[in-house]
């Protein structure tokens, strides 16, 4: 146990400098907000405000990122904190241009709720069991490492998908999800999403924030683990894993809606 100590300070190092380098660049592009988005700000602000009886109230939390407000019906229950659904849209409704500021947004809220906190959790019980990394030891401090590694894992695989290839590729970030029709073609419509997204622009194009962004992840990841499994075929596995991962988030955020409303009987948003 001694002998990875100074290995574990190292890559702990490592994946400090790397967390801060992405979080700072989503403050920086926070900071540099157009002018559209401000005025989406301001009218949410409004629309906000206004009687929940009257025919033009609309909720803040469903505008916020051009959500279509016409029916209550495609807006799904928020379970805040759980699962982020503030990126989820539906097909075929109008949406403004997503600013850097939503992208960052996004990709936070992703990151840090619950079920990224409970995945991460089970995940890296199962590597545990397994002794996929030896070097990482047993125990408490054994588990530790495994989850750290996980969660840093997953941190720089969003932040690379959802924030810096988007940027780069002036590509939309948002799932747009069916919400009706057969279970068979809403599982292909979430799987295309891996292949294919939107531009800014709001044109189809492939999904080069995905691919770009999760090579970039996987080749990061090599940074903080063990010497041994800083490798080219590590690296090429795990980016693998990451688009089926991904693959599998889109089938989810497709079908979350209608679990919602069939458990639970809900079809809006709560009061914010």
């Known amino acids: 146990m001694n002998r990875a100590n100074p290995t574990f300070m190292m890559t702990k190092f490592h994946f400090s400098l790397v967390s801060s380098a992405i979080f700072s660049l989503g403050l920086l592009a926070t900071s540099s907000l157009d002018a559209q988005d401000v005025a989406l700000r301001d009218t949410n602000a409004t629309s906000s405000s206004s009687l929940p009886d009257s025919p033009g109230a609309i909720s803040a939390d469903s505008t916020a990122f051009g959500q279509a407000p016409a029916s ?3 807006r799904p229950f928020r379970f805040r904190g759980i699962i982020s659904t503030r990126g989820l849209v539906q097909e075929g409704s109008t949406q403004p241009p997503q600013t850097v500021h939503d992208k960052f947004i996004i990709a936070t ?8 906190v409970g ?3 089970v995940v890296a019980g199962y590597h545990y069991g397994l002794e996929s990394t030896p ?3 047993k125990g408490g401090k054994g588990y530790a490492r495994y989850y750290w590694h996980g969660y840093a894992d997953r941190v720089i695989e969003i932040y690379s998908v959802e924030l810096i290839a988007p940027i780069i590729f002036h590509q939309d970030t948002r799932f747009y999800y069916l919400g009706e029709g057969a279970l068979k073609h809403r599982i292909g419509h979430a799987i295309r999403r891996t292949f294919v997204t939107r531009s800014n622009s709001g044109h189809d194009q492939f999904n080069y924030s995905e691919f770009v962004g999760s090579a970039l992840a996987s080749g990061v990841s090599t940074l903080y683990y063990p010497r041994a499994y800083r490798t080219a075929s590590n690296a090429a596995q795990n980016w693998g894993i990451n688009l089926g991962v991904d693959a599998f988030g889109f089938i989810i955020q497709e079908i979350y809606p209608s679990v919602i409303r069939a458990v639970f009987h809900r079809n809006t948003d709560p009061a914010p």
């Not at 992703?110 to 990224?116: H, I, P, S």
């Open 119 to 121: 995945a991460v959790g």
């Open 109 to 116: 809220e992703d990151n840090f709720n619950l079920y990224g």
């Open 72 to 74: 209550s019906s495609t």
């Open 135 to 137: 070097e990482f030891g």
